[in-house]
């Protein structure tokens, strides 16, 4: 079955940086988009980063710049390079693969920026 497992969340100074990894399995890697979701306390799941099978990429307009999706075929991996991080990008971080009509999720990743 499709498995998403999240990692790489943890408690940081705003400026720092962070790269979760999303190690997947159950599914052809290689032929899907995926990507990075968030969830702020209080708020919405909203789209932070999404990679296309050919390696086109969309970001949202609060994190260009500073974030870079990447995939890791070889490893079965999703990647998230955070960089420069804001009090406002804390939230729970979710991994994301659409398989046909089907969302698949991954259990999450905490990341929280002081100021």
């Known amino acids: 079955q499709v498995q998403l497992v999240e990692s790489g969340g943890g408690l940081v100074q705003a400026g720092e940086s962070l790269r979760l990894s999303c190690a997947a399995s159950?599914?052809?890697?290689?032929?899907?988009?995926m990507g990075w979701y968030r969830q702020a306390p209080g708020k919405q799941r909203e789209s932070v980063a999404i990679?296309?099978?050919?390696?086109?990429?969309n970001y949202a307009d609060s994190v260009k710049g500073r974030f870079t999706i990447s995939k890791d075929n070889a490893m079965r991996t999703l990647l998230l390079q955070m960089n420069s991080l804001k009090p406002e990008d804390t939230a729970v971080y979710y991994c994301?693969?659409?398989?046909?009509?089907?969302?698949?999720w991954g259990k999450g990743t905490l990341v929280t920026v002081s100021s």
């Open positions: 994301n693969v659409r398989l046909g009509v089907m969302d698949y």
């Open positions: 990679i296309t099978p050919t390696g086109n990429t």
């Open positions: 159950g599914f052809t890697f290689t032929f899907n988009a």
